[in-house]
């Protein structure tokens, strides 16, 4: 009579156990190496606190979102911030906040940063520097998406580094929400180049610096009021159907020499010339130094349009005058026609 023998795999319930535990730890391993995605589930909190996140905090193989209304606070200055990408709003209805305010408290994100990809999204730089390898500021319109976004680089200390394209209002191929670019108080912002499509708006008073140029489809609004927004690199202000909108307040106590844009290299005017003067002019400068660039472009040397809001009744009117004698101007006239 021949004795049964127990089956190795019944033998080894143990080791069936630890093959389960190896292939699960495997699965996890591969997955944060081909880029799993950890979510926000704090309202206000510390980037850093691995417990607000429901996969853990971000790494560079980490994509990280925040859809849940909350925001991630970067104040410290070690260790650094990173994630392989960052959206914040996924979706409608979604929304998601990133403060970045510490004097080294440096965000790596080796991907693409949306502030506002479907929903709504708001990244603040008030200290502190944020890498990214492109970025989408309110990125789809349509049907199923109803995108805001707003970035906000503001003090001598805040800087966004931008390896490839920045789209403001849309993505590089394709138009989408109402997007807002904010750069003041000496903030800067870099990147390769820089699309404000015609729902974006780029104001400010700070610097963006491109080695491919500065393209506006939108809303070009300059801080003015004695201060100059800085373009390190070419301007483009669009013509055509959708064309560029540049905005220039004025008031008399601005100061007649300053201009509320430049431009290193060249500038290619179009669109449509937005001015509005409001005070009491009668002791102000005649002229106001509205743009000033390296060099215009052929072809493209006036704005398409202009509109000029100013206080009537004493006794001057406005005129737009080009002046390519020392560098390229576009300036403001005030000339006298009262008796």
């Known amino acids: ?62 994509a990280a979102e925040i859809n849940n ?101 849309g993505t590089a191929s394709a138009p989408g929400g109402t997007g807002l670019l904010t750069v003041i108080n000496s903030g800067t912002v870099t990147a390769a180049n820089v699309h404000v499509w015609n729902s974006g708006t780029l104001t400010g008073n700070g610097s963006v610096s491109t080695t491919n140029g500065t393209t506006v489809d939108g809303t070009l609004a300059p801080n003015g009021g004695g201060t100059t927004f800085t373009f390190d690199g070419d301007l483009v202000l669009t013509s055509g159907t959708t064309h560029a909108t540049t905005q220039c307040n004025i008031t008399p106590q601005d100061p007649s020499t300053t201009p509320q844009v430049s431009v290193s290299q060249q500038v ?5 010339l937005l001015v509005t003067m409001s ?5 102000a400068p005649t002229r106001f130094t509205l743009l000033s660039a390296n060099s215009v472009a052929v072809g493209h040397p006036t704005f398409d349009f202009k509109s000029i809001t ?20 576009v300036y403001l006239d005030r000339v006298y026609d009262c008796n």
């Open 279 to 283: 005070g009491d002019f009668s002791s």
């Open 69 to 169: 209304g909350g925001t991630a606070r970067i104040i410290t200055d070690f260790p650094m911030a990173n994630a392989l990408s960052l959206t914040l709003g996924l979706n409608t209805g979604q929304s998601g906040n990133v403060v970045v305010s510490a004097a080294f408290g440096d965000l790596d994100v080796g991907e693409a940063i949306f502030v506002g990809k479907g929903g709504a999204g708001n990244l603040t730089i008030t200290q502190g520097i944020v890498n990214s390898a492109s970025a989408s500021i309110a990125s789809l319109a349509g049907e199923l998406w109803v995108s805001n976004g707003s970035a906000k680089v503001d003090g001598g200390g805040s800087h966004w580094i931008i390896s490839g394209e920045a789209d403001v209002g």
């Open 268 to 272: 290619s005017l179009g669109g449509l």
């Open 310 to 329: 100013y206080p009537t009744g004493q006794c001057w009117h406005p005129v737009i005058t080009y002046d390519s004698t020392d560098h390229f101007h």
């Open 1 to 62: 009579m021949k004795t049964k023998h127990a089956s190795p795999i019944a033998r080894t319930s143990s080791g069936k156990n630890a093959i389960l535990l190896t292939i699960t730890a495997l699965a996890l391993s591969m997955s944060a190496a081909f880029g799993a995605t950890t979510r926000w589930t704090d309202d206000v909190d510390i980037w850093h606190n691995s417990a607000d996140w429901d996969y853990g905090e971000p790494n560079p193989t980490t």
